[in-house]
């Protein structure tokens, strides 16, 4: 059988399908350009290709807002750093002027 050159161009061998839902949803390619040529193909074949980027996307939107968690979960940690360093630096003050109220 012969596929029809935009299938084969995208669609041709497995390295090429890989390779391109990989650019398809890291912008490389326009993944209406390579999910036009799977009408011809099948519906399970353009079902398959949506299922892909629906994961693919939410997994990077997941990991976006995990990251934002960590950020702030660090920003936190290093505010609460910050007061104990203060509190620290003010009790020594204290210290100080306590023990030159003594002399």
């Known amino acids: ?5 935009q299938l084969a161009q995208y669609w041709g061998n497995v390295m090429d399908s890989m ?5 398809s949803i890291t912008g490389g390619i326009n993944w209406l350009d390579a999910y036009a ?14 299922l892909y980027i629906v994961i693919g996307f939410f997994t990077f939107v997941n990991t976006a807002i995990e990251s934002a968690g960590a950020d ?3 920003a ?3 505010q609460l750093q910050k007061k104990v360093e203060n509190m620290s630096a003010l ?13």
């Open 1 to 5: 059988p012969v596929c029809p050159t």
């Open 76 to 78: 936190t940690l290093k």
């Open 37 to 50: 040529p799977l009408r011809e193909v099948s519906p399970i074949a353009l079902s398959l290709m949506n």
């Open 72 to 74: 702030k979960d660090l």
């Open 19 to 23: 390779m391109t839902l990989f650019m």
């Open 91 to 103: 009790q020594e003050v204290f210290q100080e002027m306590d023990q030159h109220d003594i002399n």
